[in-house]
């Protein structure tokens, strides 16, 4: 029987603290997720991350890649360009500017439902506004309402109604604002 070197505490220790081949795929699958939110970008929110160099041009590139098999292996080139560096940085910068996003989205579907609301004859809701949007007129939206109202009755384009959608808009966007 051959002499096999003991183990001895230190083995045991690195043993423990190396990653096996399974993690390391997982880590570098999520880095190349990563790069994919990252290509899908408009390109003033990419310049405002503050990419390093390198990892900036490969983005580009990719976007300009129309054949599948070479955007993947670009992807992965990316991937490994993100294994250098500490992409905690760079992911909440993503969270912040999606998060945005999405509170955008959802502020704009609450205005198009206080003008659809409206528009449907919901006058209490001209109260809640008022409560959510203290500096609200409420003449104003009364006479914006009644006038989408008279255009949509006579069949014609929908002026007012897009007036009164910005003018929520506006008020929304006072009273959440700085």
Known sequence: MP???RKNASDSLESLTRKSKTQKKKEALSLQELGERLVKMP?????????????????????TIKS????????????????????????EA???????????TLTFKEIENWRDELLAGNEELIDEILIKCPDADRIKIAQLVQTAL????????PRASRVLFRYLRDI???????
């Open 94 to 104: 993503l969270n912040n500017i999606e998060q945005g996003y999405y509170k955008r």
């Open 3 to 5: 002499n096999r070197p």
């Open 150 to 157: 008279k255009e949509k009755e006579h069949n014609n384009p």
């Open 172 to 178: 929304r966007s006072e009273q959440s604002g700085p």
């Open 68 to 91: 599948h098999g070479a955007y993947r292996r670009q992807m992965q080139y990316i991937g490994a360009l993100m294994r250098k560096i500490d992409t905690v940085p760079i992911v």
């Open 43 to 63: 390109p003033e929110q990419l310049d405002d991350i503050g990419l390093p160099g390198e990892i900036y041009e490969a983005v580009q590139f990719a976007k």
